[in-house]
């Protein structure tokens, strides 16, 4: 079945850098764009970054210049580097994938961003 597992949230200073993964599995990978999501409590879930299967990608506008996603289709893994992090970034990230017009979610990491 699908899964995808995201690790490396945590605390970070404003101005820091993290970088958070998602290992995906149960379906191939390099064929489908993957998405980072966060949510803060009481917001909608928004859509921070997308990258296709051949790895172009998109960036919400808040987050451009500052996030980068990446894949690696060998590990089966999607990534998202996050530098020069403000307070606003400060959420739940979620890896996303649609796959044949289902959304498939991971549980969610953890980025609180605070001196």
């Known amino acids: 079945q699908v899964q995808l597992v995201e690790s490396g949230g945590g605390l970070v200073q404003p101005g820091g850098s993290l970088r958070i993964s998602c290992a995906a599995s149960?379906?191939?990978?390099?064929?489908?764009?993957m998405n980072w999501y966060r949510q803060v409590p009481g917001k909608e879930r928004e859509l921070v970054a997308a990258i296709t299967g051949g790895g172009r990608t998109n960036y919400a506008d808040s987050v451009k210049g500052r996030f980068t996603i990446s894949r690696d289709n060998a590990k089966n893994t999607v990534y998202l580097q996050m530098n020069s992090l403000k307070p606003e970034d400060m959420a739940v990230y979620y890896c996303?994938?649609?796959?044949?017009?289902?959304?498939?979610w991971g549980k969610g990491t953890l980025v609180t961003v605070s001196s």
């Open positions: 996303n994938a649609d796959l044949w017009g289902t959304d498939y």
């Open positions: 149960g379906f191939t990978f390099s064929s489908f764009p």
